[in-house]
T-cell receptor, first 113, second 114 residues
């Protein structure tokens, strides 16, 4: 069964450094998402992406964040200058159409020191 | 604004039924979901229900939807120790331009006592 994959599974970085989190969505899916979950808290929507552009973003997704689909398979989340409060589990998800079920990857745990 | 509420903890004995409840606020939600998260793991889609249905059964899982009260429940029959996890309720909201975002509850931690 096709699944969303994410790399790395765990990323440790120093405050102020740039990180890129990578995702490979399910191959025939057209909508891509990033969510994050700070430890012990609810999963929060960050951004949705369709047709090579951002469809919607939350207030969390400020200028430090960007997303890209650099080729036909990868979908990336970049955090330009990480802060301590960016430490969280970041989940990528994809769906075939906008209203369809979103399938989540296993997540990348980001630790900012 | 949108909000999804769930009780935080539920403890049941192995073999009993578990019922996890959720309330949501957006009446325009098209789909409502239950995701399962085991410790240190990702979000596993358990089941979902379309907003024009009131019940869906899938093996040991039964989802009930009361659209008038904006209440969703997940019943797990014959609960097993492997069902111990955090269960998230989520509503799907049209955020424009054909894309939908999920709003999650805080999750209900289900503990199954052997």
């Amino acid at each position: 069964e096709p699944e969303v994959t994410q790399t790395p599974s765990h990323q440790v970085t120093q405050m102020g450094q740039e990180v890129i989190l990578r995702c490979v969505p399910i191959s025939n899916h057209l909508y891509f998402y990033w969510y994050r979950q700070i430890l012990g808290q609810k999963v929060e929507f960050l951004v949705s992406f369709y047709n090579n552009e951002i469809s919607e973003k939350s207030e969390i997704f400020d200028d430090q964040f960007s997303v890209e689909r650099p080729d036909g398979s990868n979908f990336t989340l970049k955090i330009r200058s990480t802060k301590l409060e960016d430490s969280a589990m970041y989940f990528c998800a994809s769906s075939r159409r906008g209203a369809d079920t979103q399938y989540f990857g296993p997540g990348t745990r980001l630790t900012v020191l | 604004g949108e909000d999804v509420e769930q009780s935080l903890f539920l403890s049941v004995r192995e073999g009993d039924s578990s019922v996890i409840n959720c309330t949501y606020t957006d009446s325009s939600s098209t789909y409502l979901y239950w995701y399962k998260q085991e410790p240190g793991a990702g979000l596993q889609l358990l089941t979902y229900i379309f907003s024009n249905m009131d019940m869906k059964q899938d093996q040991r899982l039964t989802v009930l939807l009361n659209k008038k009260d904006k209440h969703l429940s997940l019943r797990i029959a014959d609960t097993q120790t492997g069902d111990s996890a955090i269960y998230f309720c989520a509503e799907s909201i049209n955020s424009g331009a054909g894309s939908y975002q999920l709003t999650f509850g805080k999750g209900t931690k289900l503990s199954v006592i052997p």
